[in-house]
């Protein structure tokens, strides 16, 4: 179970930062409403434009907080957590601008491996 939790630690991580570091300026077919990058993205959801940095270092921490807790287990919790309810956060943007479900995915899994993590 220990290896399993890990793996999915870095699944985790590997798919925050590719999408907050390698596709953050680019168009993908699972960005709300309309957008054509992640600032795009937070303007259809209504929010501040300050909020696009401030939930991107959130999830870039907690993402590295997964990875370093494989070695200090202590930081896995709060990290996992962390995710959780940005991506809550997340699924809850995709249904304020009725996105199809398909747009939500990537968001609910992330929740869902998130609380395997946490609860682990």
Request: hydrophobic share 60%; no cysteine; net charge positive.
């Amino acid at each position: 179970m220990e290896t399993a939790v890990i793996i999915i630690q870095i699944i985790i991580a590997l798919g925050i930062f590719n999408v907050w570091i390698l596709r953050f300026g680019k168009s993908t077919g699972w960005r709300g409403g309309t957008a054509a990058n992640m600032t795009d993205e937070f303007q259809v959801y209504g929010l501040p434009g300050w909020s696009v940095q401030f939930v991107g270092f959130l999830k870039l921490m907690f993402a590295a907080g997964l990875i370093a807790g494989i070695w200090f287990p202590a930081l896995t919790r709060p990290a996992a957590v962390g995710i959780a309810v940005l991506m809550l956060g997340a699924v809850a943007m995709h249904l304020k601008v009725r996105d199809p479900l398909k747009k939500s995915l990537p968001a609910l899994t992330m929740l869902v491996l998130s609380l395997i993590v946490a609860a682990a």
